[in-house]
Each structure stands twice: as structure tokens, then as C-alpha cells.
């Protein structure tokens, strides 16, 4: 009996022990704000008239609200097997972001990814929010935020380039790509090198809707530099349209930020270009930031975004963004931003994600905000 006992006890202790290498974590954040636009449009249609004024709840003033689940078992000799579940909704509404499908939601529309992490780095499989979008946050002072910062100027390049807004399958670049093999290195020296590739999938058409990026990185000493290219087939495509392999969509950047005692600045050149019609999209984009960390909890950002069409040099927009951020505690934080934006043209380059501006009309925005996260 007692050997009986103790062999009870023993499967009990290792049971236990195996429990506790693996782990799930629920989580989530909610980001919401009263936003006012002195323009606005029914769409991102360069031809979009001005609808005039508008003041409303917008969700996202800092990031997008989401919610999500991750889990990473412990297999031994410092290897883990991970997953990841997130998708973003509007808190305003309810209602769950975007998928690849024009119009479509999806619950889990930024990450659904499985991989292994190890002394070698981290690989996921599934679709995830690709390298080059961290790469452009980490060498912009606003860090890529919804509101006046690279990424909306990003986004402006592909509203340019003729991106509806109805998915997030885009133009120029990418926020997100589905069927995504993502591989990130260790960081040596402070470099490290990212590198994707996503298979189309499609039927005879071996290049057919399919993605490829690198990006190089370096941190150190305050200094953080990255380089990116992607280029992707049949991207942001007509309804319906057979995927052919088509080469029409290639972007690269260039950043740099640099902090010192609390100060930061960086400055950005990118490109974003149609190669099968280069004579359709050819965009440059130039981007400088400052911003200043008063206390951990208070900073003040601030960042100038240039678009310029090299095919049509009526076609520009410039826009400046200020934002304050503090923190009420580890997990809430409110902020204020204002922005202005000067477009010509056709441009209709956005203040706020998600929330479309009159094509060709300078505009001011202003938002204030709560953010949480749990």
C-alpha cells in the first residue's frame, strides 16, 4: 500500500510539474475617443466629395481595441512551442475588424499563428501583422499610432494607389497577410533579420498571391535603424479577378530614431510602387519625428509625413501630428492628439485610421481618448 501511495504521489508531482511549463493568457484592450474632423468622405475614393464636418466615438486613437489568447508550451532545451489568437474590433460599434475579403469581418482578423521559438529564433505560421509594420513603428517617434503617425501616412500611400478601405488586403505593402510563414532571428550585436514568405495557394499559378519581405534591424546605444522590403503578387485585386502571379506591389524603407535623456527624433525615406505598372503608382513618402519623455508617465510625440506621386507632381500631401499620452496607471492611459493635413490633388492621405477625409482639402482633426488594457 504504501508503494502504491508513493507512486500516487510521484505521477501527481509530475503531472503538476508538466502543467506548469505550459500556460494560456486571456487578454485585451479597449481604446476609444471622441474624435473632430473639419472634413470627411464617404469613402477613400480619390474623387470622394467632401461631406463635411464630423464629431463622434472613433475606436483606436492610439491602437485599435482587441482581444485575444495566447498559449506556449515548454518542450525542453529552451524551446517552446506558441500560439496566438487576436483580432481587433471597434469599441464604438462592436463590430470585428477587417479580413482579406472586401467587406468581410473576421474574429481573429490580426493574428491566428502556431510556431516554435528557441535559441534560434522565433518561427509562426498563420496569419499575423508582418515584420515590416514593426520595423516602421520602431524608427517612428509616434510608433506607428492610428493617429498622424507613419502608418497613417503608409495607408495614405495606398489610398493613392487606389485601396478602397474595404479589406485589408493592400496596395503597397502590407498591415497583415494570411498563409504567412514568418521566421525572426535573435538579436546579434543588437541586428536581427526577419524574413517572410506567404504561398499563394492558387491553383496553376505558382507566384499567385503570393508574399515576400526581409527586414533588417539594428538596436543599440540608442539607436535604432531598419531596413524593409516586401513585394507581393496579385495584391488588393478587383472582386472576383483570376490571380495571376502579377508583380504589383513592392515597398521599401529606410528609418532611423535615436533617444537621449529622454529625447527622441527619427526620420524616414520609403517608396511604394506598382512594378507591373510603374507608371500608375509611384509614390515617395519622407517622415521626420520629436518627442520628449517628461516622466514614465507623461511624453509628447510629435511627426511630419510628405507624400509625393512622382507620376502626377500635382499630387502631394503633408501633415503634422502632436499627441500627449499619460499614464494613470500600468494598465490605463489617456491621451489628446491634434493633427492638420494638406492634400492636393487627388491625395486623400487620413488623419485618423478608419476614418476617410475629403480628397484634395486641408483638414484638422483632434481626439481625445481613453485607453485600457487588461
Do not use: C
Not at 509530475?14 to 494560456?24: N, R, T
Amino acid at each position: 500500500m504504501q508503494v502504491k501511495l508513493i507512486g500516487a504521489a510521484a505521477l501527481i508531482t509530475f503531472a503538476s510539474a508538466a502543467h506548469a511549463q505550459s500556460s494560456v493568457t486571456l487578454y485585451g484592450i479597449l481604446d476609444s475617443g471622441f474624435l473632430y474632423q473639419s472634413s470627411s468622405a464617404a469613402s477613400f475614393n480619390p474623387k470622394a466629395p467632401n461631406t463635411g464636418k464630423v464629431y463622434r466615438l472613433k475606436d483606436g486613437g492610439i491602437y485599435s481595441s482587441l482581444w485575444g489568447m495566447k498559449g506556449s508550451e515548454d518542450i525542453g532545451g529552451g524551446y517552446h512551442v506558441n500560439f496566438k489568437l487576436q483580432g481587433s474590433f471597434d469599441s464604438s460599434t462592436g463590430k470585428s475588424g477587417l479580413s482579406d475579403t472586401p467587406g468581410a469581418a473576421a474574429q481573429f482578423n490580426q493574428f491566428a499563428t502556431i510556431g516554435v521559438s528557441g535559441p534560434f529564433g522565433t518561427f509562426n505560421a498563420g496569419r499575423q501583422i508582418v515584420p515590416m509594420i514593426y520595423a516602421m513603428a520602431e524608427t517612428d517617434v509616434r510608433s506607428s499610432q492610428y493617429f498622424g503617425s507613419i502608418l497613417t501616412a503608409w495607408l495614405g500611400m495606398n489610398q493613392a494607389a487606389g485601396w478602397p478601405g474595404t479589406s485589408t488586403n493592400a496596395a503597397i505593402g502590407a498591415l497583415y497577410d494570411s498563409n504567412a510563414l514568418v521566421y525572426q532571428s535573435p538579436s546579434f550585436g543588437g541586428a536581427s533579420i526577419g524574413l517572410e514568405y506567404a504561398p499563394g495557394g492558387v491553383a496553376g499559378q505558382f507566384q499567385g498571391g503570393t508574399r515576400e519581405s526581409a527586414v533588417l534591424k539594428y538596436s543599440n546605444y540608442g539607436l535604432s535603424l531598419s531596413a524593409v522590403y516586401y513585394n507581393g503578387h496579385d495584391t488588393n485585386p478587383a472582386p472576383g479577378a483570376p490571380l495571376t502571379g502579377l508583380d504589383n506591389n513592392r515597398f521599401v524603407y529606410l528609418g532611423a530614431l535615436y533617444t537621449l535623456h529622454g529625447f527622441s527624433v527619427s526620420a524616414s525615406y520609403s517608396n511604394g510602387k506598382n512594378p507591373a505598372h510603374a507608371n500608375q503608382v509611384n509614390i515617395d513618402l519622407y517622415s521626420a519625428g520629436l518627442g520628449y519623455r517628461f516622466s514614465p508617465a507623461l511624453q509628447v510625440t510629435s511627426g511630419l509625413y510628405y507624400l509625393k506621386d512622382k507620376n502626377n507632381s500635382a499630387n502631394r500631401s503633408t501633415e503634422i501630428a502632436l499627441g500627449a499620452e499619460y499614464k494613470l496607471s500600468v494598465r490605463t492611459m489617456v491621451y489628446a492628439q491634434v493633427g492638420h493635413v494638406n492634400n492636393k490633388g487627388t491625395m486623400n492621405q487620413t488623419i485618423v485610421y478608419g476614418q476617410p477625409v475629403a480628397p484634395g482639402v486641408t483638414t484638422t482633426a483632434a481626439m481625445i481618448g481613453l485607453r485600457h488594457s487588461f
